[in-house]
């Protein structure tokens, strides 16, 4: 079995695709010769310079079972995330989130007269416009400018410790599922996030270790963690919930027990 995750980025910006001018992205996808292919910011146009969503299944025929999740809908198109499949569906289901553009289904798809359930996911994105991952990739390179560090944290801090929230929440409720979940299951998708942050090993239902706790902390803080490994074993696991936790209080939990506060 073949399974193809991709985050399409709108077909690149809704280039159609015809014969004498193929779709690149359709192109790929169609070379990998996938038996199964789950797509976010999966979008098609009305218009005449807009790939349809005729183009896309005309060209991915060869996947007689399809369906498509909307997340944005606007009178010249839509987006969302979809998924290809050579084998039959025997259930669908969309989980719907409080966002506007993110979301997630579970496919239950019948391979070989065994049940595979799928879980297709698109979790909160930083919202990032062009200007700011400028600003992000200067201020990694130039780390001691601390003149644009207060437009940095106004700027980019804000998005992501929201996104970061939202993100939680999400990872929540795809853990619930997977943890309900007694068949074979894959999970897939773009979540947005690194593997060392809480979405990430919440969904993967890992015990993380305090040194990727911390990691996580950084990542989507400004705050930077110095320890001693004389009086911390970092190399500990630990499952600590941090939805909807102060960072104070996820601090508490992670160095409980090790005598430091």
């Given at each position: 079995?073949?399974?193809?995750?991709?985050?399409?980025?709108?077909?690149?910006?809704?280039?159609?695709?015809t014969d004498d001018s193929p779709n690149s992205i359709?192109?790929?996808?169609?070379?990998?010769?996938?038996?199964?292919?789950?797509?976010?910011?999966?979008?098609?146009?009305?218009?005449?310079?807009?790939?349809?969503?005729?183009?896309?299944?005309?060209?991915?025929?060869?996947?007689?079972?399809?369906?498509?999740?909307?997340?944005?809908?606007?009178?010249?198109?839509?987006?969302?995330?979809?998924?290809?499949?050579?084998?039959?569906?025997?259930?669908?289901?969309?989980?719907?989130?409080?966002?506007?553009?993110?979301?997630?289904?579970?496919?239950?798809?019948?391979?070989?007269?065994?049940?595979?359930?799928?879980?297709?996911?698109?979790?909160?994105?930083?919202?990032?416009?062009?200007?700011?991952?400028?600003?992000?990739?200067?201020?990694?390179?130039?780390?001691?400018?601390?003149?644009?560090?207060?437009?940095?944290?106004?700027?980019?801090?804000?998005?992501?410790?929201?996104?970061?929230?939202?993100?939680?929440?999400?990872?929540?409720?795809?853990?619930?599922?997977?943890?309900?979940?007694?068949?074979?299951?894959?999970?897939?998708?773009?979540?947005n996030d690194t593997p060392v942050s809480f979405a990430?090993?919440?969904?993967?239902?890992?015990?993380?270790?305090?040194?990727?706790?911390?990691?996580?902390?950084?990542?989507?803080?400004?705050?930077?963690?110095?320890?001693?490994?004389?009086?911390?074993?970092?190399?500990?696991?630990?499952?600590?919930?941090?939805?909807?936790?102060?960072?104070?209080?996820v601090l508490d939990k992670l160095l409980a027990g090790?005598?430091?506060?």
């Open positions: 079995l073949t399974l193809l995750t991709y985050n399409v980025h709108n077909f690149d910006n809704y280039t159609p695709h359709i192109s790929y996808i169609q070379n990998t010769k996938a038996d199964i292919i789950c797509m976010q910011e999966f979008s098609f146009g009305n218009s005449k310079n807009q790939i349809s969503l005729d183009q896309i299944n005309s060209a991915l025929s060869e996947y007689p079972y399809k369906h498509f999740t909307p997340g944005n809908k606007t009178p010249y198109s839509q987006s969302g995330i979809a998924c290809y499949s050579k084998y039959p569906f025997q259930e669908i289901t969309d989980i719907k989130y409080d966002s506007s553009y993110n979301g997630s289904c579970i496919y239950k798809i019948k391979i070989n007269g065994r049940i595979l359930t799928l879980i297709n996911n698109h979790l909160e994105s930083n919202k990032f416009t062009s200007n700011d991952r400028e600003l992000y990739a200067y201020m990694m390179k130039h780390i001691d400018d601390t003149e644009l560090f207060p437009e940095f944290k106004d700027r980019l801090m804000t998005k992501m410790g929201a996104a970061f929230r939202k993100r939680a929440l999400q990872a929540d409720s795809i853990a619930r599922i997977i943890h309900k979940t007694d068949s074979n299951i894959i999970v897939c998708g773009d979540f990430y090993n919440h969904i993967a239902g890992k015990n993380i270790t305090l040194l990727k706790a911390f990691d996580a902390i950084e990542s989507q803080t400004q705050l930077s963690i110095t320890y001693s490994r004389t009086k911390i074993d970092v190399n500990r696991t630990l499952s600590v919930d941090f939805k909807k936790q102060k960072l104070s209080i090790t005598g430091v506060t």
